[in-house]
């Protein structure tokens, strides 16, 4: 059985290592917007509203993913996923921020060489492909590079974006602290749209709770689920 990927960066990924040899990969290159607040300087987040947040100008992806966008703890899920879709090691995944939401992700070779997704910003690109594969089907979503001024990449601040960088290290650690902290986010995202906490209270919360779980090496199913419901629960009846 195969896992085709839906979501756009590994679809991306997916799609640039078709028909390569996984040996020859020197890293993974996964794009990320930014999110509602990329522009903002840290002391510049403490009286963001739920509206500020939710407000983000290149993708429609639901209330709990444009927070998660606004965090990067997206991202840094995003990273633990592709570790575990294509078995490349931590040290060999990269983000890096692209304001346009047009290269979706690349993959760097041994040899230099980069290949890298274009497409418009059109999770139904994505989707299909997973549906299709291994054939493609025609979209009305198509992009126009003529209309493109240009491309621009910057190198990710993990100072301004530290859950970012906590998953990197939550990813590392394995066992059940991936579980852990996705619990730990989902509970807050869902206190912060209910406005019971403010924004940077997200990532408090799931400092805390990670710093403070004794991990599980080798977790069962029922581990992680336990584990799972009980950080989730904790978490949103202490702020009732």
Known sequence: MSLIPIDSDHSA????LNGENKSEVEK???TEFGGSFRDKKR???TDVSRSDALAHPNWSMGSKITIDSATM?????????????????FEKIETILHR???VHSMVEFIDGSIIAHLGEADMKIPIAYALGYPKRTNSSSKLDLHT???LNFTKMNYERFPLLKLAFKIGLSGGVLPCVMNAANEAAVELFLKEKISFL???TIVFDTVNNYKNISNPSID???RVDKEIYSSIIKRHK
């Open 43 to 45: 002391d510049e987040l």
């Open 223 to 225: 581990d992680i689920i």
């Open 201 to 203: 209270d997200i990532e």
């Open 73 to 89: 703890m997206n991202k840094g899920l995003e990273v633990i996923e592709a570790h575990h879709l294509f078995d490349i090691p």
């Open 148 to 150: 493109l001024s240009s």
């Open 13 to 16: 990924i997916f799609q640039c």
């Open 28 to 30: 993974l290159i996964i």
């Open 100 to 102: 346009e939401s047009i």
